[in-house]
């Protein structure tokens, strides 16, 4: 059965880093623009970034811009979201999706909306 999987969450101080994985089962993830989303307590999934499967453009949201990296490794299946100077307000589910990129008139991602497939999400805490 086709499915996401999302891992590396955990519990870091603020300024930290962590990395989170979004590992493909049952289907290849080459297939695929892929993005990662975040949900804080109590309030709505918002976007976080977003990979094209063809010539790898990505997106950003502009909270995390400079601080958040998407990358793709084909020889694992796997996309990656590296997060760096962590804040509080970076605490939230994390889930990965297969999207679709929106594209502005320069030809550059502007924004992305989750398709099929949705992953569990894992927990990122930042806190002292």
């Known amino acids: 059965q086709a499915h996401l999987a999302e891992s590396g969450g955990g519990l870091v101080q603020p300024g930290g880093s962590l990395t989170l994985s979004c590992a493909a089962s049952?289907?290849?993830?080459?297939?695929?623009?892929i993005g990662w989303f975040r949900q804080a307590p109590g309030k709505e999934r918002d976007v976080v970034s977003c990979?094209?499967?063809?010539?790898?453009?990505?997106y950003y949201a502009d909270s995390v811009k400079g601080r958040f990296t998407i990358s793709r490794d084909r020889s694992k299946n796997t996309v990656f979201l590296r997060m760096t100077s962590l804040e509080p307000e970076d605490t939230a589910v994390y889930y990965c999706?297969?999207?679709?990129?929106?594209?502005?008139?320069?030809?550059?991602?502007?924004?992305?909306?989750?398709?099929?497939?949705w992953g569990k999400g894992t927990l990122v805490t930042v806190s002292l």
């Open positions: 999706a297969t999207v679709v990129l929106h594209y502005n008139d320069r030809d550059r991602p502007e924004s992305c909306d989750a398709t099929d497939y």
């Open positions: 049952g289907f290849p993830l080459d297939n695929y623009a």
């Open positions: 990979v094209t499967n063809t010539d790898w453009m990505t």
